[in-house]
């Protein structure tokens, strides 16, 4: 049983560049939730995607993007890149059913670098 | 809004010794969970345990137990028989109905041989 696969691995940039991170969630699962994880940081939310549409979204500007597609993959867009966007992104993937809660599954990032 | 807080940017553990983890958070929910998550030089978080904020029961996972006191907003993880697998970055993560995580900053966790 596949996890949760993200790509590419790593990614340098340049600021002013636009960039697309891909993944691809834990079978049997349909909501995929995006990170960025600082380097030294926790992991801080940037938005959800369930049913093809963003559920909900952190504190962060509009230049960050998200799509989902019909077989649940998703793409993370960031536009106009700036230095401090240089971070681990982190893709998690979780079944939806009843109740309020999912346990969250990880995928292992992908490391942007802008310069 | 939620906050989580690690308070111990690293700590150290002699292989085969015991050493907890420590975190607090702060919520005005009443129904909520918590994780612990384990980050090797790899990347990739993995869960380690989890507590459902509604079991008065402290969660364990093996070596690894969980001491949550809920009145007092506290989330501490201690590891026994410490392994050299073990070293790491924790963190210490709150889920609600919102779904999304929060996370602490993190403990680094050396274990010395």
Redesign the interface.
Known sequence: DAGVTQSPTHLIKTRGQQVTLRCSPKSGHD?V?W?QQAL??????IF?YYEEEE??R?NFPDRFSGHQFPNYSSELNVNALLLGDSA?Y?C?S?PMGTG??????????T?LTVT | AQT?TQSQPEMSVQEAETVTLSCTYDTSES?Y?LFW?KQPP??????VI?QEAYKQQNATENRFSVNFQKAAKSFSLKISDSQLGDAAMY?C?Y????????????TRLKVLA
Do not use: N
Not at chain 2, 42 to 47: G, K
Not at chain 2, 95 to 106: C, D, E, L, Q
């Open positions: 909501t939730s990170y030294g940081q926790g992991p801080q939310f959800q559920r909900q952190g681990l982190l998690a979780s309020g809660y999912y346990e969250q599954y990880f995928g292992p990032g490391r | 989580v129904d969970y998550y790899s990347r990739q978080m993995i869960l989890r963190f993560a889920a609600s109905g919102t779904y999304k995580y929060i996370f602490g900053t993190g």
